[in-house]
Nanobody
Framework: QFDLVESGGGLVQPGGSLRLSCASS????????VAWFRQAPGKEREGVSC????????NVARFVKDRFTVSRDYAKNTVYLEMNSLKLEDSGVYYC?????????????????WGKGTLVTVSS
């Protein structure tokens, strides 16, 4: 069975930081681009950041630019989302998803695997 598992969510005050992790089970992420999405209550799911399978190319949505950083550790088969200077509007369920690409691209289109999400709550 192929799974993606997110972890690292929680409750944090505005201005705080969290690091989310996305690990695969049953397959390796080496040839997969990985994207992070989020969905706040009553809102559409939106792409936050992604990283290519090769070359380390990344994309960060403008609304989290300069605050969020995506990275991956091939040895640990894990992709991370470092979130700093968190705002109230960053609250939501964060999902990671993987797309088989084997190249230097990443995006927020059709994905092959999805995790179940981890909840991030930014509140004072």
């Amino acid at each position: 069975q192929f799974d993606l598992v997110e972890s690292g969510g929680g409750l944090v005050q505005p201005g705080g930081s969290l690091r989310l992790s996305c690990a695969s089970s049953g397959f390796t992420l080496d040839e997969y681009a990985v994207a992070w999405f989020r969905q706040a209550p009553g809102k559409e799911r939106e792409g936050v950041s992604c990283i290519s399978s090769r070359g380390g190319r990344t994309n960060v949505a403008r609304f989290v630019k300069d605050r969020f950083t995506v990275s991956r550790d091939y040895a640990k088969n894990t992709v991370y989302l470092e979130m700093n200077s968190l705002k109230l509007e960053d609250s939501g369920v964060y999902y990671c998803a993987a797309e088989y690409t084997g190249d230097q691209t990443c995006g927020y289109g059709a994905m092959d695997y999805w995790g179940k999400g981890t909840l991030v709550t930014v509140s004072s």
